[in-house]
């Protein structure tokens, strides 16, 4: 994550499918608007915001419900200008005082490692692919700085336009558009805001915590 976009570090690096849902830890939840200006502005450094909490906290399946039915959204997705050489994104009013992010890929982008701390959360295809990278394993949350991965803990997919998952707290990933040519689209949402991100390098089966992002440090 850097404060180049929106909570995701650059890095060099079907009908109505059935959204992908990850087995959370278990202390963590199971496993993540029509006026397009009351939906959020086009920027470049936004700090997340905390909404309150006088309203009910929002379900990772009612984020899923939210990215989805946004994703959808043919005339939002296609407000979001596009450019080709970095990513651009809109800030959405998420369900519950989530916070929720439209988001454009160019080729070859992606995130790096990284978690969204005590944060649960979902995103969905609009358009184009993105490939994912997580880790099937639950990690300590404090105290180290290099972890040693089992063997066997690597999972991948590549979602396409329409296809989403959801992820409870602590899902260490990276989200890659590996297209060469094509950009990709997603809608992202988080609850609560987020409070962190940890970003990690990753050599072989050694995962190398680097630095922790509050958001004072994306403005």
């Not at 939906?39 to 990215?67: H, I, K, M, N, S």
């Not at 070859?108 to 969905?124: K, M, Q, V």
Request: charged residues 20%; aromatic residues 6%.
């Amino acid at each position: 994550m850097s404060a180049s976009s929106p909570f995701l570090p650059p890095s060099t690096s079907e009908p109505a499918p059935t959204p992908v849902v990850d087995p959370s830890p278990a202390d963590s939840p199971p496993a993540v608007e029509t006026d397009l200006a009351a939906r959020g502005t086009v920027g470049t450094d936004v700090a997340p915001v905390d909404r309150g909490t006088d309203v009910p906290a929002p379900t990772v399946a009612e984020l899923l419900d939210f990215v989805r039915r946004t994703a959808e959204d043919a005339a939002l997705v296609a407000s979001l200008p596009l450019d080709p050489e970095g990513r651009t994104w809109l800030r959405l009013d998420g369900p519950g005082g989530s916070e929720a992010w439209l988001i454009s890929w160019p080729p070859g982008t992606g995130t790096g490692w990284h978690d969204h701390a005590e944060s649960t959360g979902a995103f969905t295809i609009a358009a184009g692919a993105l490939r994912e990278h997580s880790l099937a394993a639950r990690l300590p949350t404090d105290g180290w700085k290099t972890l040693e991965l089992s063997e066997g803990v690597d999972r991948t997919r590549l979602l396409a336009t329409g296809q989403g998952r959801a992820f409870g707290r602590h899902h260490v990933h990276e989200v890659l558009n590996e297209s060469g040519h094509e950009h990709a689209v997603s809608v992202h949402a988080y609850y609560p805001p987020l409070p962190r991100i940890r970003r990690y390098s990753r050599s072989g089966a050694v995962l190398r915590l680097e630095q922790t992002e509050r958001p004072e440090d994306w403005q």
